[in-house]
């Protein structure tokens, strides 16, 4: 008290004088107990050898917060996000204590960005606390400029190897801007909603948690006010709890309210409180809490039934150095002990734990001295998971194959790493790798399968090889660890291949490589990792990728029926951030689509998230980099909850399709049928009309809340899929059970999906040459579920459209329509599809590019400094490049052909096509060709075709100096039509790499973007 | 006049003032008409009096149709029609009128001769405002079987018109005329659509050619300041005199302020003894506003054609 009175009086003194700044930590004396802090400890194993978790609690007696060490733990405690001003000067300081004489603390303020380019603006400061309270302080200048505004602060202690056990008690935390370091406290009315639990299981109906609000007058006046407390569902936006508080508190008073918050519907919700009267300076910090059904765990084998998996790591096992940030190994606590980790995921219904990540299966910790296993590490988490029902797919090999030249240090450990062969450039990403040697990788897989024997009864062999692994490299592995597999455990099943999509990654080329090579003999079951399909409306199709790979497994098989699983996608929306965790965001429905696909296109098993990627971070939601404890489950905890509950064990029956971008999956579960039905494109206002009896089915939300089935009405249909169970005896047929499940099809079948509109736009429309003048190439499909004729016009900004098109587009169909169009300008503004159709006139804006160049025989253009020049005769097109570049590229042997001095040509054979998705991404009839003036005679070529036929193509290259010259000849017999897609591009390369590019017509996209290329006349 | 005579008689015409063909069209410009030199272009400076015109004659095959066409503009545009066309066929005459605009705006007019044989063109200024008019590229065209069910209507887009649409005029009993060419991208395509301020009356078309027994169809997009009713016809009423019982078709509407097709379907008689003014194979096209409510109406593609019944 007198250690706060001492502050108060100092504040006040000081704000008098005009000096006081606003105390930017959001309950900084922490009388809304631990509101708006996060806490990860790392757990020793010989000092806490029960590995006891022991949390912050606040300390009844002086109102601060207590964080226990008695294990000399490494702490970690994070406070809610900040804004900064870039550039400008700060204080930070806190009261602090220890229960020891000298307790060394670290104390960080930093800001981080997704863009490499920026990285991080850390500040910090250590200090030694003892025993008696006294007040910390350090002045920091956040960075300027600096993109993100959003800081985090955290106290960390323990750390050292020679760390001392010690608690700390923290009060009256404070950053404000200049130099003062004398407390004034928030300066406002704080409050924060909170439930005891993160997560309640419930059966629904009258179930209530007891929640509590917390408020804290931290201003110097007595207020009345009143505070709103409101629970919404978090991805769907549903409000489905309210409730008001009117308070009178003194200044400096804190007060606990509790309340019953139902739990009348699953889902994950946001509590949020606010201020709806009162004028007081109000701040919040939201709570969070989700609500699952009952998952009742039935004894299940993972090769059988099809169940919810997790990428789990369950020791969180840290070593040294990790980054830097670790100096002695531990097993780390993201806010609740492991085992009570595997509890909750248990809770959920995770039935499959790839253990992957920081697992204890790594050859590294099983075998830290040559010849000396030591299994501990796998006991522990082999216990953990037995305890939660769960089975284990350790991953032999990991991804320790990359050589780590990072401060990690090597990822094999130094034993290991003298005996290997090092291998430059490997597989798809061209990453160096250290290849053990197969005998002593055999003796590493046998020990593990010996040990593991009658508890793990899958391994997986190596994480996404095909990035750093040659087709043949990695069957030597595989092949060797199948033997030792099976000889040492002969019931215990091989899982190859774990080919991704990843980082450009050819997963459909790797599978077939290796099972051109006889691959599918070394495997029982062939994992993938489809980064590069997610869903159904990503570039690549989810369904599209595993029917190719079904279509490999079936040439390659032998007759066999081997099963895919699918053992990682992380980044579910099929659109990439500049960091992973950007990539990693999504929606819980992702994460719904993801299993329903997986499930109804055959895949047999599937754990593909991350478990980390369930939680919800609310401390620091601007910091995406920032990794923090898992205090709030997010809405794909009641999703993967739901999916357990309702779809564990069924096969698929059918897959329809609706149109519309809308997919149907039917399956079956211990006789019963269930469907699951969705929109994965970007339509709106899409509604389904089911031919189906309310008293024949039971409709559940992607949550698992029964709706009431819509009998003679519509559904509206979006991104969240519905469940539909057929209830027992559906459309009763006394002689036959399977004609019931017939009907059930047959009804979904004749679903039909009604769209807002007729016909939608697509994503982009394309000016390209026509007749002389230009069209405006305008893709479109038809919504209406029927035939359709009408006109297509075009008006806007910089065009007007000259005249209607006829078109006759087929139910669900999709066109692109050229459109002549008069150019008042080179770069339309807003301009709108105008559709004719049914009588109406319907408008949809159209996103277009500019006008792009044509480049006609005999007139030259400029591509930087160099020049291009088209010529034509009946037989061929002649190209010529005369390129400046004084500095040849030197030494290409083993470098891309975009990485030394190149022209390089884009040629696409059907410029009008203009699909609704996707317009820019490559189609077969484009064509990638390098004219290399470097390269030996012979190699100076090089030409990606895809289905584009280019037969007789003739390449003659020159140097001279200053630059070289390259000429092609393409016969006309292979370009059809006025005009094709055209492209060039000048590398230029130093003795290392390309340093420079200049393109001709694009923003050096063209590589991605085909609707980037100009065109070349060819008439 | 012998045949000879008059043959002579033409030559020497064509001589003195200036003659041109096209698709066996022959146009005489006796002053004040002037013909450009190496040009389909006749020029009037007209003084406000009189009647002077161009004389046109074409020789048609007998039970075919026929479309004179021409490009026309004026220096003071009138909102009026007050240029005509002289038409002589079958021996019998009928004298359409038409607005003059002040840029190019391409004018039609459709015959059908029954007989065969020579029929007289004679496009004219009446007496008004003096004025430069110049008329260009004057043709006459077979209608093909493939032509009715193209659009018949001149311009239907008004993408070639400005100003007043050169191929409507007022009906009878409206005081001025309605209608003007105005600026705009509202429309599927294009940058002109037709703005008819209706108060009383309404705007008709040109006569166009139909055949006996099928079924033509007027359709045409349209939307309103507010919703408002119009009426829309298809009427036979010959330029030549009007005989008979009067055949026609008309639809009442609802214009709303949203683009809308709407559409007017009629199967042409074959009792031209009920109706004799079938007999010309002409019909027209007209829509009129409501009585007593004022406000304007936008207008845009338009067409008039045969409905493939096959």
């Keep these: 008290m007198t250690r706060k009175l001492f502050a108060t009086t100092l504040a006040l003194a000081l704000c008098f004088a005009g000096a006081i700044a606003e105390n930017l930590i959001f309950n900084p004396s922490f009388e809304l107990g631990v509101t708006g802090t996060g806490f990860i400890k790392i757990l020793q194993l010989e000092s806490n050898p029960k590995q006891l978790y022991e949390a912050p609690v606040v300390d009844g007696s002086t109102s601060s917060l207590r964080v226990p060490n008695r294990f000399a733990e490494k702490c970690e405690l994070s406070f809610k996000e900040f804004r900064l001003k870039p550039g400008a000067q700060y204080t930070f300081s806190a009261a602090m204590r220890s229960s020891i004489p000298k307790l060394k603390i670290n104390v960080s303020v930093t800001s981080a960005t997704t863009d490499k380019a920026w990285g991080w603006d850390s500040k910090s400061s250590t200090f030694d606390v003892g025993t008696a309270w006294s007040r910390k302080a350090f002045t920091f200048k956040t960075r300027g400029p600096w993109p993100n505004e959003w800081y985090l602060l955290r106290v960390e202690f323990g750390k050292e190897k020679d760390a001392p056990a010690g608690d700390l008690w923290l009060d009256d935390v404070q950053i404000v801007e200049g130099k003062s370091d004398a407390y004034v406290g928030s300066g406002a009315l704080e409050a924060a909603a909170s439930v005891e639990r993160a997560y309640y299981i419930t059966e629904g109906g009258d179930d209530v948690a007891q929640a509590v609000l917390k408020v804290h007058n931290d201003t110097k006046a007595a207020l009345d006010a009143k505070l709103r407390v409101t629970a919404v569902e978090d991805s769907v936006g549903v409000k489905a709890f309210s409730k008001e508080f009117a308070i009178s508190m003194k200044p400096g008073e804190a007060r606990q309210l509790p309340f019953a918050l139902p739990l009348e519907r699953f889902g994950a919700y946001r509590l949020e409180t606010e201020l709806v009267a009162g004028t007081t300076p109000f701040a919040s910090h939201p709570g969070f809490v989700a609500v699952a059904g009952r998952y009742e765990r039935r004894p299940l084998d993972i090769g059988e039934s099809f169940c919810v998996g997790l990428n789990i790591g369950a020791a969180k096992y840290v070593m040294p150095p990790d980054q830097g940030v670790v100096v002695k190994p531990g097993f780390r606590c993201d806010g609740r002990s492991a085992d009570e980790h595997l509890r909750l995921l248990a809770d959920m219904g995770c039935r499959l734990a790839r253990d992957w990540g920081e697992s204890m299966f790594r050859w590294r910790y099983c075998e830290p001295k040559e010849g000396a296993f030591d299994f501990s590490g796998v006991d522990r988490t082999l216990d953990l998971y037995a305890r939660h029902g769960m089975s284990v797919l350790p991953v032999l090999g990991h991804g320790d194959f990359i050589e780590d030249t990072s401060v990690n240090g090597p990822s094999w450990l130094e034993w290991l790493n003298a005996k290997c062969v090092k291998v430059e450039k490997s597989g798809d990403w061209k990453r160096p790798v250290m290849l053990p040697p197969l005998d002593l990788w055999r003796r590493y897989v046998r020990n593990i399968v010996a040990h593991c024997e009658g508890k793990v009864g899958y391994y997986e062999i190596t994480n996404e090889p095909n990035g750093y692994l040659a087709a043949s490299t990695y069957l030597d592995y595989l092949k060797a660890a199948n033997e030792e597999i099976k000889r040492t455990n002969p019931e215990a099943k091989t899982i190859g291949f774990c080919s991704t999509g990843d980082l450009a990654g050819d997963m459909e080329g790797f599978l077939g490589s290796c099972f051109k090579l006889g691959g599918l003999k070394y495997a029982d079951i062939v994992s993938f990792h489809p980064y590069d399909a997610p869903n159904l409306g990503s570039v690549k199709a989810a369904d599209k990728q595993i029917a190719e790979a079904k279509q490999l497994l079936k040439q390659y098989g032998d007759g066999k029926d081997i099963p895919l699983w699918n053992t990682e996608v992380y980044y579910l929306r099929g659109t990439f951030g500049p960091q992973y965790i950007e990539s990693e965001k999504h929606a819980p429905y992702h994460v719904a689509w993801r299993f329903l696909t997986d499930l109804g296109e055959g895949v047999a098993q599937e754990c593909f998230l991350e478990e980390g990627q369930i939680f919800k971070n609310l401390l620091s939601p601007h910091c995406a980099a920032h990794r923090l404890s898992q205090e709030a489950l997010s809405g794909d905890f009641v999703v993967l909850n739901a999916l357990a509950r309702h779809f564990e064990g069924a096969k698929p029956v059918d897959k329809i399709r609706w149109g519309n971008d809308c997919v149907c999956y039917v399956y079956e579960r211990d006789g019963q049928s269930l469907a699951a039905f969705w929109s994965y494109g970007d339509m709106k206002n899409l509604k389904l009309k089911l031919p189906a009896k309310a008293s024949d089915v039971r409709l559940f939300d992607m949550f698992g809340n029964e709706l009431p089935f819509p009998e003679g009405a519509a559904l509206r249909l979006g991104a969240e899929p519905y469940y539909l169970e057929a209830k027992e005896g559906f459309w009763l047929n006394p002689f036959s059970g399977a004609l019931d499940k017939k009907d059930f099809v047959a009804m979904l079948k004749a679903g039909v999906v009604e769209a807002e509109r007729p016909v939608e736009a697509g994503a982009e429309a394309r000016l390209v040459p026509k007749n002389g003048g230009w069209a405006l190439v305008v893709s479109f499909r038809n919504c209406s579920g029927r035939d359709l004729s009408g006109k297509l016009g075009v008006q806007g900004e910089g065009l007007v459209g000259l005249e209607g098109v006829d078109f006759v587009i087929p139910a669900n169909g999709e066109l692109a329509v050229p459109v002549p169009v008069k150019l008042k300008g080179d770069k339309p503004g807003k301009v709108s599809a105008k559709f004719a159709v049914d009588g109406r006139l319907l408008d949809l804006p159209l996103k277009v590019g500019p006008q792009a160049k044509v480049l006609r025989p005999g007139e030259p253009a400029q591509i930087g400094p160099s020049t291009i020049r088209m010529e034509r005769d009946g037989k061929a097109l002649k190209l010529s490049f005369d390129v400046k570049d004084a500095s040849p590229s030197a030494d290409v042997a083993g470098r891309s052909p975009w990485e030394q001095d190149c022209v390089e040509l884009f040629l696409d054979a059907e410029p009008l096509a203009n699909p609704v998705r996707y317009p820019g991404a490559y189609h077969g009839k484009v064509a990638r060709l390098f004219l290399m003036p470097y390269a030996p005679e012979g190699q100076r070529l090089l030409v990606k075709p895809g289905d584009l036929d280019l037969g007789g193509l003739k390449v003659s290259t020159a140097t001279k100096a200053g630059g070289y010259t390259a000429e092609l000849e393409i016969p006309l017999a292979a370009l059809k039509g006025d005009y094709v897609g055209f492209e060039a591009q000048i590398d230029d390369a130093d003795s290392v790499r390309r340093h420079s590019s200049a393109n001709w017509n694009s923003a050096g996209d063209a590589y991605k973007n085909r609707h980037s290329f100009g065109f070349m006349a060819l008439k | ?310």
Excluded at chain 2, 33 to 41: I, P
Excluded at chain 2, 77 to 94: H, K, Q, T, Y
Excluded at chain 2, 171 to 196: C, H, I, M, R, Y
Excluded at chain 2, 251 to 261: A, H
């Design chain 2, 1 to 310: 006049m012998t045949p000879l005579t008059q043959t002579l008689y033409t030559l020497a015409v064509f001589a003195i003032c200036g003659t041109a063909m096209a698709e066996g069209l022959k146009v005489a410009a006796t002053p004040p008409w002037t013909m450009a030199k190496d040009q389909k272009l006749y020029t009037l400076d007209y003084s406000g009096q009189g009647y002077p015109g161009l004389s046109c004659t074409v020789e048609v095959k007998p039970d075919t149709y026929y479309k004179l066409g021409w490009k026309m503009r004026c220096s003071a545009p009138e909102s009026e029609a007050s240029f005509a066309l002289g038409i002589e066929v079958d021996g019998r005459r009928r004298f359409d009128s038409y607005v003059l605009t002040d840029g190019w705006s391409d004018y039609a007019a459709y015959f059908h001769s029954a007989k065969g044989g020579e029929v007289k063109l004679r496009p004219y200024a009446n007496p008004g405002q003096p004025k430069t008019i110049a008329v260009k590229d004057l043709e006459v065209t077979p209608v093909t079987p493939e032509t009715f069910r193209r659009n018949l209507l001149p311009d239907g887009d008004f993408e070639l018109s400005s100003g007043v649409p050169a191929n409507w005029r007022k009906t009878w009993g409206t005081t001025t005329n309605p209608a003007v060419v105005v600026s705009s991208q509202d429309f599927l395509s294009g940058e002109k659509s037709l703005e008819v301020a209706f108060a009383k009356g309404g705007l008709q078309s040109v006569q166009m050619p139909v055949v006996l027994g099928k079924e033509v169809e007027f359709k045409f997009w349209a939307k309103a300041e507010s919703d408002r009713a119009l009426t829309v016809s298809i009427q036979a009423w010959s330029p030549f005199g009007h005989r008979g019982e009067h055949f026609y078709k008309m639809d009442k509407i609802k214009v709303t302020p949203e683009w809308r097709e709407y559409s007017c379907e009629l199967t042409v008689s074959t009792d031209t003894a009920k109706y004799p003014d079938l007999l010309d194979r002409l019909m027209f096209v007209s829509v009129a506003g409501e009585k007593d409510r004022p406000g304007k109406v936008r207008f845009d593609g338009l067409v008039f054609h045969e409905v493939d019944g096959d």
